[in-house]
């Protein structure tokens, strides 16, 4: 099956910093999805990406699926956006989204 | 409005009971999705079910675990002869009859046994 990388493992930031996620897969992939995992541990779907650029407010995505990686971009840092950023990717229709380990983030005030 | 809707939240189940989880799926989705996330990891897939049937289960143990999607009412992760090893989060997602398309969660239902 795919498989998912992410980086960092973890990150910490002061609030108003920008940063970077990124995330690596293995194999060609039709669907790839970015989720948050706030500090309570719901999981939000940030992103459904399986290629080109989406920009959500202080959030955006870029997949290059031809280079299998995909980034998540947050500008100006807030304390409410700490918590796990997964990326998940399928390469089949019908297949169940293969998650990575997840890159934690601390946004410090 | 309901987003997907799990319960219970918690649970705890001494070592031999058995575990029932269910979930809702979001109006107008007939997908339903099963994932555990063991503490400080991600998210493993389980089984993957639309009504009444089930597409993937390569995910699940191949013991006492199993699950359901009825034509009616929810659908249920059922875990026999819970041991602490099954001790997790689980998580139920649903999406639209249309297979790529964003994933929902629910809230999740944290099992403890004991």
């Known amino acids: 099956g795919i498989q998912v990388e992410q980086s960092p493992p973890d990150l910490i930031l002061q609030e108003g910093a920008n940063s970077t996620l990124r995330c690596n897969f293995s194999?060609?992939?039709?669907?790839l999805q970015w989720f948050h995992q706030n500090p309570w541990g719901q999981l939000i779907n940030l992103f459904y990406?399986?290629?080109g650029t989406k920009q959500n407010g202080r959030l955006s995505a870029t997949t290059v699926a031809t280079e299998r990686y995909s980034l998540l971009y947050i500008s100006s840092s807030q304390t409410t956006d700490s918590g796990v950023y997964f990326c998940?990717?399928?390469?089949?229709?019908?297949?169940?989204?293969?998650f990575g380990k997840g890159t934690h983030l601390i946004i410090q005030p | 409005n309901a987003g997907v809707m799990q319960n219970p939240r918690h649970l705890v189940r001494r070592r031999g009971q058995e575990a029932r989880l269910r979930c809702s799926p979001m109006?107008?989705?007939?997908?339903v999705y099963w994932y555990r996330q063991l503490p400080e990891e991600g998210l493993k897939f389980m089984v993957y079910?639309?009504?009444?049937?089930?597409?993937?289960e390569s995910g699940m143990p191949k013991e006492r675990f199993s699950a359901e999607f009825p034509k009616e009412g929810p659908s249920i992760l059922r875990i026999q002869q819970v041991v602490r090893g099954d001790s997790a989060a689980y998580f139920c997602?649903?999406?639209?009859?249309?297979?790529?398309?964003?994933?929902?969660f629910g809230n999740g239902t944290r099992l403890t046994v004991t």
């Open positions: 997602a649903s999406s639209p009859p249309w297979a790529l398309s964003p994933l929902h």
């Open positions: 194999d060609s992939v039709n669907n």
């Open positions: 990406i399986p290629s």
């Open positions: 998940a990717a399928a390469g089949g229709g019908a297949d169940g989204l293969t």
């Open positions: 109006k107008g989705h007939s997908h």
């Open positions: 079910l639309q009504k009444e049937n089930i597409i993937d």
